[in-house]
């Protein structure tokens, strides 16, 4: 939540800079409904590098869109549902703080 309505908070803007960038909306569309991928998951469907996948992963994870456990080698990554509806909430309040509907017909 933003703390005097007048900025976005640490998170969503996070957020809206994890997703502003194309292969970062890409990799979100490689998760099935309770899917977990791997770094060499993702990669290899994308056709990216694992250096750069491991880079967009961590941008993602930071702004709160996925989260990560390890399990021995691996990294697994999955969406964080309650991460990113924190923040369209964030953004919401912002948005309508700044930018009110306006009432007029």
Known sequence: ?????SK????????LKALANPT???????FEPGDELT????AERLQLAPSATSSHL??????????SRRDWKNVY???NP??????????RDYLLTCCPPSTEQ
């Open 82 to 91: 309650q991460g990113f509806l924190q923040s369209l909430d964030d953004l």
């Open 77 to 79: 990554y999955r969406p």
């Open 24 to 30: 970062r909306q890409r990799i979100m569309f490689q």
């Open 8 to 15: 976005l908070s640490p998170q969503a803007q996070a957020f």
């Open 1 to 5: 939540m933003t703390t005097d309505g």
């Open 39 to 42: 770094v060499g998951d993702i």
């Open 58 to 67: 961590t941008t993602l994870r930071d702004a709160g869109i996925v989260t």
